[in-house]
């Protein structure tokens, strides 16, 4: 069974070729993605189309950037999972994200499929086959 099978995710990213890979990819581990090329449809996602089990998205965006769009969350009481992508070098980006919580990891552009493969699945549950059902 794919790692992300069944997991609700959205992806956020202004660059079209990078929000492709990434939902691809998430796709082919098994996931349900959601894209969103900005900070306004990341928000607008995030109350229309949710809940997530996991969010991932770029820092550098219009509008409003992934991780003041997570900030916002967090205030709002959402705890999504998040992952944060970026080519930034700026050092207190990882202070920033360490701010979000413990279910938000950083990921440095570029990454390959199973780094982010592999940063999910700290921040997902185990997919479990053998639940009972539900009666």
Do not use: C, Y
């Amino acid at each position: 069974m794919p790692i992300l099978s069944q997991a609700h995710v959205l992806v956020a990213d202004d660059d079209p070729e990078l929000l492709d890979a990434v939902a691809d990819g998430l796709k082919h581990l098994g996931a349900d993605v959601a894209r969103a090329s900005s900070g306004a449809e990341l928000i607008d996602q995030l109350a229309g189309a949710g809940p997530f089990d996991l969010v991932v998205t770029d820092i550098k965006m219009p509008w409003m950037n992934g991780l003041q769009a997570m900030h916002a969350t967090r205030a709002a009481g959402m705890g999504t999972a998040v992952i944060v992508m970026t080519a930034l070098t700026d050092e207190r980006i990882s202070t920033l994200v360490r701010g979000l919580g413990e279910n938000a990891l950083l990921l440095h552009k570029p990454f390959s499929l199973s780094e982010l493969e592999s940063a999910a699945s700290k921040l997902l549950p185990p997919t479990r086959t053998d639940a009972p059902a539900a009666n």
